[in-house]
């Protein structure tokens, strides 16, 4: 990761402010021959997009997206691919008092402090608003990804709203796509559904947490001893909004386990080794097992509030802020499809790292 | 973070396996002129070093740094810098049975199936061992700040083994150096003992979490939107052998907080802005506040233990594997000087690269 | 330089084709506070713009650049800028032809062959007009600059066209804005146009050789051994379209030379060494002494070209070509506002290293 | 290339002094299960050795390379490799005059002002020793291109001396490894021979020029637009210590000629595209055609030579140097086979890169 850059070889550079004219993507490495047009791309937005229910910002963006270069009668050319987002609802006269206020729990001031100028216009390059080019990017390594492991599949889902956990024997992968949460546990959905309307009435927000599983990724991805998958993984997470925590298999948990408990025996299957459990989350050594890969984050709540919190001026003047406006009550939300997207764009940089090391030679087992 | 390098500008590149002739770093683009020799980095090696007590491995590494190059009459030059340190207790014939049989939950069959040849040797590149060239390397960040933050301080200390938590109500800084798990909380330290003598004998190993605190880190590190101070700081931990999770400030956790609870008001004091808690972690939109900075992450137990696991030998038979040899019962013990190094680089890595952005200038409150 | 991105803090990823929609420069890494908008960036443009004499291809395009990000009430930010030029002549029929036969001496082929796939409509990603988004990205590095460097200057000027040379005696600063060759030598310009317009009546093209002068550039720039400032400019030099040689100081010439002709002798002035000579080029073990920094580099002719050239197609069968449409006659000239561009950016992009590393602190003589 | 690395996948750090206790390079993301060992990269250090005849520093270096780390039971795992080359014959006693006294011509002075403090002896770090450390990194990327590639050729040979050059016509392969100077032209070795005599007896230095011809290097391989491969090719060259300037395939030459002269045209020969000639030098659009890559690259003359030049003291005091010691009358000498390494690091690079991001896919022709 340079400074607005992710990736060794498949790099992206995100671009854009909340309320400038556009936002958007540099896409550099990304192999050629691979189907690609502006809808595949759209599909992926439209689950991130703010406004499709009351969860949300009710702000309305269209967020479509625009293939201005790198793609030739339909397919990659192996150059630079730019995406590029009209920014088109700025309500800039809503953002009137955080210009001169900083929102307590938000970037406002150290943008402030770092650079003495910032765009404070919906929090500008810091507004979640810049994940949409995050996720277009992902469109672009899932399409290569598609291409080059055709088995992968990348699912993120809530697991955790304010203090409500799902119950993982409820897990139901069909839940997913039925709830506003991304959840596959529907009795959360509900619980949580209560619970945020009681916040948003207030003026408040909630955290949240959400889980990424990774199915068919190939064995042998990820750099020891630095570019480990695991270590992308968690900083790719860990650079989207509002992330504080980041954990592979266990996590934080691990730090309860002993080795008898924590150790996934092994065994021999017919198409290669099979894991009694997965506590690694997929990962060992930094390089995936072939097992599914497991990654959880906790999103801090919007700092954006209706409750009114002391701060300061930039004059240095005490004071209160309320954060009128449209924002999002629980920014997790729309962290879902983030997951997914900053996990592609990892998985495949790893892949491309993986070949043109090692050529995707495998030492045999059997 | 590339391959086997961290950094942006202060760029460490270590190298070498446990049973080596030798392992190291090379450390690129330290500021010349700081006062360093390597009795210096010998005190943070030592502390590290194996052998020092009965919770660590027994094996005996004298873990004497040498510095080859880019330090001349006492101060580093500006090039690069070498360090190195010699194995000398390698007892291969403890690993003959590792050569054939992979220890699960450990790298050891990652590592074959992705390169098709490893060092099983004490685990060759992927052994803990590697972590004696980080605090080396730690020690050139850690005496760059000294002279560039004369008030920075970058401490770690255990909080949890297995189950077992501290209580932050018997806090003590002072009690750190005083018992064997650099733990602040002097009867944790008494149960852990018990815990991990218990384990010991039963060939069994413990997870654990550590802390890191920060103090004194300037108002303005950090480079949004993905050279983040957090996401490198996670980055930093998470590639650290055996760490499944990370977290700033709350963490995990902050997906419990509503917004009001988790915005960390702000006043203004005699010398700039002051928050009334620090639920961030010191840390803003990837951006360092003043605050205390804190992360805290979890390290599995050590794979290689006396209990016996299922596994499969590299032909893919059936078997059962104790790793007899010297390991360490809670690894996560000597994460704690490793912890340290780790954050000296970064932050040192992200001082230079904001002064080399924005030269250092601030904006200005009150 | 990555792939497609060039720089280590000052960042620049250009994007697009010749015929796409749009093509740009990505910028990361700009300080802040920087005066910057588009009219500024403009006049860098309109300088490289075709279609200005006849010395030049006799596409029309407006090259209007927009700034898209990173600027906000007229200062830059310290976050990405994104710049964008829309195409908006693109006379597609023109190259009906190149799309199944490659010319010679042109990448047409060799992109094929890499990638199996390319935008054959106008040269797509290989053509001349991807360097318009160098020099936008070059005036953003000028404007920095400016503010950070007071009394630089930064000027390209051609110094041979096809066998013509310029007479070093009649060397005129001001000249040089006053002929369409950017040319120092008022009588060359008189000579190159007679030669221009004959091999341009004849369907032929010819090469050129431009020259760097860099006053101003302060002292301890460049960070040898590898990221050298005489090798960062070479690159960047080398990596604008169709240059084939690089020189600094008396480049090619220095094998001709003895140690006793080479050595700049130094003497004291009164703000510090002066030389009485500069055969080094400004630049001795990869960083700046002060002195003028001399680049030069050759660009082979236009390889689009009336003449008939003997080819083949992409199924193989021998054929010629003659290129119609509009090309340069002599697209060294174009060269002379890229070549300043490129030099702006490595310029600013080792002044922020060095800050960074050194914190600007120099040795002292005297 | 960073501050002290070069290569985007396959990267090499060097790092020593002359008169350090040792120098060396740290070798990153080789291949795994490449054969390799200290003699066969020894050979290609004997190559560049001092001592070996009157034309090169009569320094005496044993220049025995040991491998530290990344290869197990004689073949490459993957992981980092690290050579180690040990300083024997330091006469610190020989420079203590450069201490005080900046060489003209050389980098005392530079160094001095950027970091402000520089390790004189022997010129440190700016040493040509450095390039030591570049031929044995060289030889592992030699190691995996045989491998990888077994038709390749990588050879460097001198083409001038002073104002001497070879005479094309004369041009015999088997002569390179006949002479000292690594001529395909015997009757050139005998004039070389003669002059430098002569310069060396009066205390004088020569400049030089070195050609490298790569065959058999595959099609395909670069990275437009910025990871080009002339462009890392003429930062490789320019790289090394003393290098002034570095043209591919015409070079500067391309200046005067015609595109009707340049246009390599193209037949179909059975295994593919033939050219009728090599104007090119192997590279179109920076991604190589199949053909020899010829670059070419000039040396100044050795900066310490015992003619007095006039200088100042660091106190800045007017003065004469001559610069005893046992230097090269001709540092281009040594440059040939440090060429050889820097083009084999390349060509590796570039073909990992490649195969990362195309898969070694080509678009077909016939």
Redesign the interface.
């Given at each position: 990761?340079?400074?607005?850059?992710?990736g060794?070889?498949f790099?992206v550079?995100?671009?854009?402010?909340s309320h400038?004219?556009?936002?958007?993507a540099?896409v550099?490495?990304?192999?050629?021959?691979i189907p690609l047009d502006a809808a595949q791309l759209q599909q992926w937005l439209d689950r991130r997009k703010p406004g499709q229910n009351r969860y949300t910002t009710q702000r309305r963006e269209a967020d479509e997206v625009?293939i201005?270069?790198?793609v030739?009668?339909g397919?990659?050319?192996?150059?630079?691919?730019?995406l590029?987002i009209r920014n088109t609802d700025q309500r800039s006269k809503d953002y009137g008092e955080i210009a001169e206020t900083?929102?307590?729990?938000?970037?406002d001031?150290?943008?402030?402090?770092?650079?003495?100028?910032?765009?404070y216009r919906g929090g500008?390059?810091?507004s979640a608003r810049?994940t949409a080019a995050r996720v277009a990017a992902g469109g672009v390594a899932r399409a290569a990804l598609a291409a080059l492991v055709p088995g992968l599949s990348l699912r993120a889902y809530m697991v955790?709203?304010?203090?409500h956990r799902i119950d993982r024997d409820r897990f139901d992968w069909d839940e997913v796509e039925r709830n506003p949460f991304w959840t596959p546990d529907a009795q959360a959905a509900e619980v949580w559904a209560g619970y945020l309307d009681d916040?948003r009435k207030s003026g408040?927000?909630?955290?949240?947490?959400v889980e990424l599983c990774l199915s068919g990724v190939p064995?042998?991805l990820?750099?020891?001893?630095?570019?480990?998958l695991?270590?992308?993984l968690?900083?790719a997470m860990?650079?989207i909004?509002a992330v504080?925590?980041?954990?592979?298999?266990?996590?934080?948990?691990?730090?309860?386990?002993?080795?008898?408990?924590?150790?996934?025996?092994?065994?021999?299957g017919p198409d290669g080794?099979v894991y009694?459990s997965n506590?690694?989350?997929g990962?060992?050594?930094?390089?995936?097992?072939g097992q599914d890969i497991v990654v959880?984050f906790?999103?801090?709540?919007?700092?954006?509030?209706l409750?009114p919190?002391?701060?300061?001026t930039?004059?240095?003047?005490?004071t209160e802020i309320i954060t009128k406006g449209r924002h999002d009550p629980c920014v997790?939300i729309r962290a879902v499809p983030v997951a997914e997207a900053m996990a592609a764009a990892v998985i495949l940089d790893h892949l491309?790292?993986?070949?043109?090391?090692?050529?995707g030679?495998?030492?045999?087992?059997?």
């Open positions: 990761m340079s400074i607005n850059t992710y060794h070889l790099r550079t995100t671009w854009g402010e400038g004219p556009a936002l958007g540099t550099d490495g990304c192999p050629p021959g625009e201005l270069s790198g030739f009668e397919v990659t050319t192996g150059t630079p691919i730019q590029m900083f929102r307590p729990g938000h970037a001031i150290t943008y402030w402090q770092k650079y003495g100028i910032r765009d500008g390059r810091s810049e955790q709203i304010g203090p916040l408040n927000s909630a955290g949240a947490a064995v042998g990820g750099a020891p001893v630095y570019g480990k695991d270590t992308d968690a900083a860990m650079s909004n504080k925590g980041v954990e592979i298999g266990e996590g934080m948990n691990a730090a309860a386990l002993t080795g008898e408990d924590n150790a996934d025996e092994i065994s021999m080794p009694g506590r690694s989350g990962i060992l050594g930094g390089i995936s097992t959880r906790a999103v801090k709540p919007t700092s954006s509030i409750k919190r002391a701060t300061i930039k004059g240095g003047a005490p997790g491309l790292l993986d070949r043109g090391q090692t050529g030679v495998r030492g045999r087992i059997g």
